[in-house]
Structure formats: structure tokens, C-alpha cells
């Protein structure tokens, strides 16, 4: 598996007369995780979704290693792209192991069986994400961190080069959320994700695009986006960013506007 080279490039998207996203561009290298952050509302998911074409933009272009993914066969799409989106409505009457071999069918041709190759992928990505122990579990009978992780698995099974989350953290426990975006960070493929956690987002992704009322505000490396006036703009919270003395990552500690006492 390798990373695919992705380029937004002046993304505008609208409802109506409302416009979600509005001249948007950015990129990811090869390989790289990129973080999208920003508040709510703010319009991640929907710029995410132009990405995993779900949502055509109304002006601008989503490049994915040079070709237009807008254009691009669906097949090749498939293999290229996979998606995890915030609440999917997955209620599938399947098991566990059979939701993440769904990741496998773009590999495959039209009804052919799980080669012993689809097998060891399928085992390897419900290990990746903790849940070999329910490969034989109903889908709609597990937990919601649980399913996440399930669906986390099944984009792995895709072997993506590109690979889109919406709030990928949602509903997990903290050591699955740090155990997971270890994983992403650590694919070879090129990772974009939004993320509303700024100190994860700081330490997992090595770049972040911070969006606000659907316009990117600021990019680059975690330091030097997330400044105390950067959130004090954005969010409207004061906040202390400091150096961790362990991670050498920023450390946000949001200052609430009153002692408790
Ligand atoms: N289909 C739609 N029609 C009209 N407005 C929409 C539509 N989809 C989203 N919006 C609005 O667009 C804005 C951006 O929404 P979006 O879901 O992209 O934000 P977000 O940054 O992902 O938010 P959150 O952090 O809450 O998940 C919001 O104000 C939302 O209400």
C-alpha cells in the first residue's frame, strides 16, 4: 500500500444560497496524515465529503494523484479511496467478519470468493483495531466504539491509498483512540481526518487545516497553527499552548472564563 498524492483546490460548496465551504484548497503529500480541525459547523464533514465524492463541489477541483476524482471510474475510485463518516447508518444484518470483507470487494471481480490473500488482510485488520474477539459478532449488536472500530477496520481491508475519516475517535475509549490513530498515522497511505481533539490532532497528524464558517483560517504544522490566538479567534476560548516535555508535541490547556470556586 502506498499514499496517494491528494490537491483541493478552491473548493466551494453551497445549499442553497448557504455556502458550506467556500474556496477551500489544500493538499497531502504521500504518506502523510493530515488533520482537519475547527469548530462545529464549521464544515469538515462537508468538505470531507467532496473528498470521497459524496458531494460535487460547486466550483474547484478535487485531484486525487493528479486526476480529477470526480471523474475517476468508481471501481478505480474504490480501490483508491475509502471512508469512514461520522454515524454511518451501517445497521447491516452481517457479522463482524463479513462487514470487513466488504472492504475487500474492489479488489475482486464481480461475486468471486475471498482468496486466501483476502482472508490474512481481512485478519489483519480486525487485529489492527482490537476486534478479532468479535469477528463473529452481529454488526448492529455491538457497541458504538466498538463499531467504529469495525468500520475503521473494513477501510483498512480496502487498502486505500487515501483514506477519508470523519471523526474517526467517536465513541472510543481513550486507549482505542490512541491505539487507532497510531495505526493511521503509521499506514503508508495518505491519511486525512477530521478530528475535533486538538491535542490529538497535535500530536498524531503532521499537518492541520483549521476551518472556520467553511473558509480555511490556517495551515501547517501542529505548532504553528495552534497559537492562543489562532483558538481565541476560532473557538472563542482562551487557551495555553505549551511544548510537551515527553512528546515534544503543543499542549493545549483550554483556561475556562471562571474558577470553579
Ligand atoms: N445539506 C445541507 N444543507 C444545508 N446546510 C447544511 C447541509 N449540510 C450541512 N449543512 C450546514 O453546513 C454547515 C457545515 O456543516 P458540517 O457538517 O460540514 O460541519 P462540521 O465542521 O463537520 O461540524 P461538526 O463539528 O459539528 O461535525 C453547518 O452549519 C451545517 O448545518
Given at each position: 500500500m502506498t499514499g496517494s498524492e491528494l490537491s483541493v483546490d478552491g473548493v466551494t460548496?453551497?445549499?442553497?444560497?448557504?455556502?458550506?465551504?467556500?474556496?477551500v484548497s489544500l493538499t497531502a503529500r504521500p504518506g502523510?496524515?493530515?488533520?482537519?480541525?475547527?469548530?462545529?459547523?464549521?464544515?469538515?464533514?462537508?468538505?470531507?465529503r467532496t473528498v470521497y465524492r459524496v458531494l460535487r463541489p460547486d466550483a474547484g477541483q478535487v485531484r486525487v494523484d493528479?486526476?480529477?476524482?470526480?471523474s475517476?471510474?468508481?471501481?478505480?475510485?474504490?480501490?483508491?479511496?475509502?471512508?469512514?463518516?461520522?454515524?454511518?447508518?451501517?445497521?447491516?444484518?452481517?457479522?463482524?467478519?463479513?462487514?470487513?470483507?466488504?472492504?475487500?470487494?474492489?479488489?475482486?471481480?464481480?461475486?468471486a470468493g475471498d482468496t486466501s490473500e483476502d482472508a490474512g488482510?481481512?485478519?489483519?485488520?480486525?487485529?489492527?483495531?482490537?476486534?478479532?474477539?468479535?469477528?463473529?459478532?452481529?454488526?448492529d449488536r455491538l457497541s458504538g466504539g466498538e463499531r467504529q472500530r469495525v468500520l475503521i477496520a473494513r477501510a483498512l481491508a480496502q487498502?486505500?491509498?487515501?483514506?477519508?475519516?470523519?471523526?474517526?475517535?467517536?465513541?472510543?475509549?481513550?486507549?482505542?483512540?490512541?491505539?487507532?490513530?497510531?495505526?493511521l498515522r503509521r499506514l503508508p497511505a495518505t491519511?486525512?481526518?477530521?478530528?475535533?481533539?486538538?491535542n490529538l490532532a497535535a500530536y498524531y497528524c503532521d499537518r492541520l487545516h483549521v476551518l472556520h464558517d467553511g473558509e480555511v483560517t490556517a495551515s501547517g504544522p501542529p505548532a504553528?497553527?495552534?497559537?492562543?490566538?489562532?483558538?481565541?479567534?476560532?473557538?472563542?476560548?482562551?487557551?495555553e499552548v505549551t511544548t510537551h516535555p515527553r512528546t515534544g508535541a503543543p499542549q493545549v490547556t483550554f483556561l475556562p472564563e471562571e474558577p470553579l470556586s
Amino acid at each position: 500500500m502506498t499514499g496517494s498524492e491528494l490537491s483541493v483546490d478552491g473548493v466551494t460548496l453551497t445549499a442553497g444560497a448557504r455556502h458550506l465551504v467556500r474556496d477551500v484548497s489544500l493538499t497531502a503529500r504521500p504518506g502523510e496524515t493530515i488533520g482537519l480541525v475547527g469548530p462545529n459547523g464549521s464544515g469538515k464533514s462537508s468538505l470531507l465529503r467532496t473528498v470521497y465524492r459524496v458531494l460535487r463541489p460547486d466550483a474547484g477541483q478535487v485531484r486525487v494523484d493528479g486526476g480529477d476524482a470526480w471523474s475517476m471510474p468508481v471501481r478505480h475510485l474504490a480501490r483508491t479511496v475509502a471512508a469512514v463518516v461520522q454515524d454511518s447508518a451501517a445497521d447491516f444484518d452481517l457479522a463482524v467478519r463479513e462487514v470487513v470483507a466488504m472492504g475487500r470487494t474492489p479488489h475482486k471481480r464481480l461475486l468471486a470468493g475471498d482468496t486466501s490473500e483476502d482472508a490474512g488482510v481481512i485478519d489483519s485488520a480486525l487485529l489492527a483495531v482490537d476486534a478479532v474477539h468479535l469477528a463473529d459478532r452481529p454488526f448492529d449488536r455491538l457497541s458504538g466504539g466498538e463499531r467504529q472500530r469495525v468500520l475503521i477496520a473494513r477501510a483498512l481491508a480496502q487498502q486505500p491509498t487515501l483514506l477519508v475519516l470523519d471523526e474517526p475517535t467517536n465513541h472510543l475509549d481513550i486507549r482505542h483512540q490512541l491505539s487507532v490513530l497510531g495505526i493511521l498515522r503509521r499506514l503508508p497511505a495518505t491519511v486525512l481526518l477530521a478530528l475535533h481533539d486538538l491535542n490529538l490532532a497535535a500530536y498524531y497528524c503532521d499537518r492541520l487545516h483549521v476551518l472556520h464558517d467553511g473558509e480555511v483560517t490556517a495551515s501547517g504544522p501542529p505548532a504553528d497553527v495552534l497559537t492562543p490566538r489562532l483558538l481565541a479567534e476560532v473557538y472563542g476560548v482562551a487557551a495555553e499552548v505549551t511544548t510537551h516535555p515527553r512528546t515534544g508535541a503543543p499542549q493545549v490547556t483550554f483556561l475556562p472564563e471562571e474558577p470553579l470556586s
